[in-house]
């Protein structure tokens, strides 16, 4: 049975010379009807000739190439041209005419090369028609043919017009494209430098503190220990993260939010880095990005502290209102960063860019005894 429903769909996958070809036929079998001879296009106006067999087969070169004038209109034009040309010189004087119009508009939109020199040839070939009819006994006059010529002029420049309408919305999609591309690759490209370089950082102040371990057994045990649980966090994050950037994933994953920042801050003390948490309030139900971009924060700014303050007391405070979270992350420069990877600038840039986009305030300054301070205030009720 006939799904009519998919026809409209089946209609628009079709080839272009099946869409174009009912336009063909439409216009073909109507310059056949008796009513409508002689109420076609007179160039020439000279007396009417009834129609015969050649007749029909002027009609059939004038509407059937319309059948490829998205396909081929070079071709298309080419044999319009012509079925009209001889259409008017034995004054049959068809609705055929109407495809040479059709026809120009068409070679203007779809006409891909060698454009100028068609127009020219389309103007030259014009000469010698007018010619023609003159020579048979026309009473056009200059005048009428100037007045033709011109509006078949019109009907290539409107076709051209819709040409460099199409090309400059393709131009802006394509645009569009790159910018949506490039935000993307940024989004995915400051993910894993949040989720990688904490987790890295983490298991090389690790490794770097095991060295120094050999002489006790069960201190050691327990650096390699968090070493591991390190590693397998690092993992488990960046499969949560691919499968968040796999266009199939479940919406309802979330990102990693400010209810575990006490997860983050356990793995960083067992990292060696001394770390006072302190939290207030509690997060709105509404609170949406604004929880994981402040617990991007602390994660970046823990981060840092191991990277270049390892083993320096470190606070945390985190407060929750109605409205923002705010997130103050600061250290005393105290410690030492030995065996910790340099920096990028990467990290901070990207902390910059995420509160910036929430509509917030960000700030990462040195202490003047030491250390850094990174203060966020990030306005809450953003949906995720």
């Known amino acids: 049975m006939i799904d009519f429903r998919r026809l409209p769909d089946l209609w628009r996958r079709s080839d272009v010379t099946v869409r174009d070809l009912p336009l063909a036929l439409l216009l073909a079998v109507?310059?056949?009807?008796?009513?409508?001879?002689d109420y076609g296009t007179?160039?020439?106006?000279?007396?009417?000739?009834?129609?015969?067999?050649?007749?029909?087969?002027?009609?059939?070169?004038e509407c059937l190439p319309l059948v490829v004038r998205r396909r081929w209109p070079a071709v298309c034009i080419a044999l319009v041209?012509?079925?009209?040309?001889?259409?008017?010189?034995?004054?049959?004087?068809?609705?055929?005419?109407?495809?040479?119009?059709?026809?120009?508009i068409s070679t203007g939109v779809h006409l891909e090369r060698h454009r100028r020199v068609t127009m020219v040839l389309l103007s030259l070939a014009y000469v010698p028609l007018a010619v023609a009819l003159d020579r048979t006994g026309s009473a056009e006059g200059p005048v009428g043919y100037v007045t033709f010529y011109l509006a078949l002029v019109l009907a290539w420049s409107a076709g051209a017009w819709l040409r460099s309408g199409r090309a400059a919305e393709a131009e802006g999609r394509r645009r569009v494209a790159e910018a949506t591309r490039a935000a993307e690759r940024t989004r995915i490209a400051r993910e894993l430098h949040?989720?990688?370089?904490?987790h890295v950082t983490a298991m090389v102040v690790q490794a770097e503190a095991a060295r120094y371990l050999t002489a006790a057994p069960d201190r050691l045990d327990a650096a390699l220990s968090a070493v591991t649980d390190t590693g397998r966090r690092a993992i488990s994050d960046l499969r949560h993260l691919l499968d968040l950037l796999n266009p199939d994933h479940d919406s309802d994953v979330g990102m990693p939010s400010a209810v575990e920042l006490h997860t983050l801050v356990e793995q960083t003390r067992r990292a060696g880095q001394p770390v006072e948490f302190a939290e207030e309030g509690r997060p709105a139900e509404s609170a949406g990005s604004a929880e994981f971009v402040a617990y991007r924060v602390?994660?970046?700014?823990?981060?840092?502290?191991?990277?270049?303050?390892?083993?320096?007391?470190?606070?945390?405070?985190?407060?929750?209102?109605?409205?923002?979270?705010?997130v103050v992350v600061s250290t005393d420069g105290s410690g030492s960063r030995a065996g910790s990877p340099g920096g990028s600038g990467r990290g901070l840039a990207g902390l910059r860019e995420r509160v910036d986009a929430l509509g917030g305030e960000f700030s990462a300054d040195r202490r003047t005894g030491g250390g850094f301070v990174v203060r966020a205030r990030i306005p809450a009720g953003n949906p995720s």
């Open 42 to 61: 007179q160039l020439g106006d000279l007396p009417a000739r009834p129609f015969d067999a050649t007749a029909v087969l002027v009609i059939a070169l």
């Open 81 to 104: 041209s012509l079925g009209f040309a001889l259409d008017q010189l034995r004054a049959y004087h068809t609705a055929a005419g109407t495809a040479l119009p059709i026809a120009l």
């Open 194 to 198: 949040d989720v990688v370089t904490h």
């Open 30 to 37: 109507t310059s056949l009807l008796p009513a409508l001879h």
């Open 298 to 326: 602390v994660q970046e700014s823990l981060t840092n502290a191991l990277k270049h303050a390892h083993g320096s007391r470190t606070d945390v405070r985190v407060r929750y209102g109605e409205k923002e979270i705010l």
